[in-house]
């Protein structure tokens, strides 16, 4: 693939696995056929970095949500990110694709980020709909009220809609999973990359045309895939959430991170 001519710094891209679980394929796919063999749900963390700035998409749950929800817990993201040369602790901005508590946990290690996050999220998430089980299942109430404070703290920078967050980062409003759910384009040296977190949970959602089963609004989520196909430079830079098959396709950047981290602007 040829690099496209531009004058944006292209940042590197990395997916860290720090959690993982077994699941039924009614549990991935609306109409999951009950005879397909089971499949592995990987939770990631994603870090975009050049040599200008460092952002962290998302930051995981730690060990006492895993056991609470029964999640294999492989590490914790921060030190995931340590072994890619990055202090948690030192990190500035964090991308909040939405507030499901597989992306927003571990605000201690993230003592002087900004957050970033669409307005419609935070609506969604202290609105009348999380008194229902269904829609209220994938929050932890302590994680948003966390967020809350974060807001009164003034470490929030909300976005309605599309928005660039710096030269080579934008975030853009799909809904779908959830109504405030935003995916995160970024310039690489392969042209735009989008992270879908999950507007796209497997490439199979996307490709063939089967829902995630926690959605808020199905037509947005068809739509959102839309969406991932216009703003990605080529398929293969549609990054799905929570896909296995992430640590399959892309190499990772050292031995050492082997089955940790896979470098995503990688050819």
């Known amino acids: 693939m040829a690099k496209p001519k531009t004058e944006r710094e ?4 990395y997916a860290i696995r720090y959690a993982t679980v077994e699941r039924k394929p009614s549990e991935n796919f609306i109409g999951g056929d009950a005879h397909e063999s089971a499949a592995r749900m990987d939770y990631f963390v ?3 970095r050049n040599a200008s700035r460092t952002f962290i998409i998302d930051t995981g749950f730690n060990e006492a949500a895993a056991k609470r929800r029964s999640r294999q817990f492989l590490r914790s993201p921060a030190d995931g990110l340590r072994l890619l040369g990055v202090d948690a602790a030192e990190v500035e901005d964090v991308i909040i694709t939405h507030m499901h508590y597989d992306h927003v946990g571990n605000f201690d290690v993230f003592p002087k980020a900004r957050f970033h996050l669409q307005d419609r999220e ?3 998430a202290t609105g009348r709909y999380m008194a229902h089980e269904f829609f209220a299942a994938a929050y932890e109430p302590d994680e948003v009220v966390a967020m809350v404070r974060k807001v009164y703290a003034k470490r929030v920078k909300f976005h309605d809609g599309d928005a660039e967050i ?4 934008t975030v853009h409003h799909v809904g779908g999973h959830t109504r405030g759910l935003q995916i995160v384009r970024v310039w690489t040296r392969l042209g735009w990359l989008v992270l ?3 507007a796209a949970h497997y490439l199979a959602n996307m490709n063939e045309g089967r829902p995630f089963p926690v959605v808020a609004d199905l037509t947005q989520m068809f739509d959102g895939w839309d969406r991932l196909r216009a703003l990605a430079d080529a398929p293969e830079l549609i990054i799905p959430g929570h896909d296995p098959l992430v640590m399959q396709r892309w190499r ?3 031995e050492s991170l082997q089955g940790i981290a896979v470098q995503l602007d990688a050819e």
């Open 10 to 13: 292209p940042f590197e891209v």
């Open 46 to 48: 994603w870090l975009a």
């Open 122 to 124: 935070m609506a969604y």
């Open 166 to 169: 710096a030269p080579g980062i």
């Open 196 to 198: 879908a977190s999950d």
């Open 252 to 254: 990772a950047p050292d």
